[in-house]
């Protein structure tokens, strides 16, 4: 059995943004804005995919205090006076926007979400990576040779499972 870390192993690791949405509609600006406005404090690969993002679109970001890092979860801070969040799914399902939350879609398979939450605003960035050119000869290798490959990931099942299917064992 071998296990291999998803990003930058069999991914590149090099995540990009492909969707921002709010919900209700019509508030996808403002989403990105807070965003990078808390991800601006970050060097993780999806914090900087975010701040690239809106690098290329001309966003400004907006006054930050109180910031801090909810180990494996998310951020939390004040983004111009207002409480708020910034992370998984997972975290925002336990606070007051639960219900919220609880009623959006998921992000398709092979996507990773990242939620923004502010008394008035919930909203959500979809980030996609590539797979690292080779991985899927070096899993099917793996295979034949009789190797159980088992992929490790601090994403959620669904973003890891399209990628690691394409190479490996869908079950895990």
């Known amino acids: 059995v071998i296990c291999m870390d998803k990003t930058g192993t069999l991914t590149e690791g090099e995540?990009?943004?492909?969707?921002?949405?709010?919900?209700p509609p019509g508030r996808d600006a403002e989403v990105a804005r807070i965003a990078i406005t808390m991800e601006a404090?970050?060097?993780?690969?999806?914090?900087?995919?975010?701040?690239?993002?809106?690098?290329?679109?001309?966003?400004?970001?907006g006054e930050l205090a109180a910031f801090q890092s909810l180990t494996g979860a998310g951020l939390r801070g004040t983004v111009d006076g207002q409480v708020t969040y910034v992370g998984r799914r997972e975290l925002m399902e336990q606070g007051e926007f639960a219900g919220w939350v609880g009623q959006t879609p998921d992000a398709p398979l092979g996507f990773t979400e990242v939620w923004v939450l502010q008394a008035h605003l919930v909203g959500r960035i979809l980030?996609?990576?590539?797979?690292?050119?080779?991985?899927?000869?070096?899993?099917?290798?793996?295979?034949?040779?009789?190797?159980?490959?088992?992929?490790?990931?601090?994403?959620?099942?669904?973003?890891?499972?399209?990628?690691?299917?394409?190479?490996?064992?869908?079950?895990?």
């Open 15 to 23: 995540m990009r943004v492909t969707a921002i949405e709010s919900f």
């Open 41 to 61: 404090h970050s060097n993780h690969p999806i914090a900087r995919a975010i701040v690239a993002h809106g690098k290329a679109k001309g966003l400004e970001p």
């Open 127 to 172: 980030l996609q990576d590539t797979i690292r050119q080779g991985s899927r000869r070096v899993l099917e290798q793996l295979k034949a040779d009789g190797v159980e490959t088992i992929m490790l990931t601090g994403d959620r099942r669904a973003a890891g499972h399209v990628e690691h299917a394409q190479g490996g064992d869908e079950r895990r």
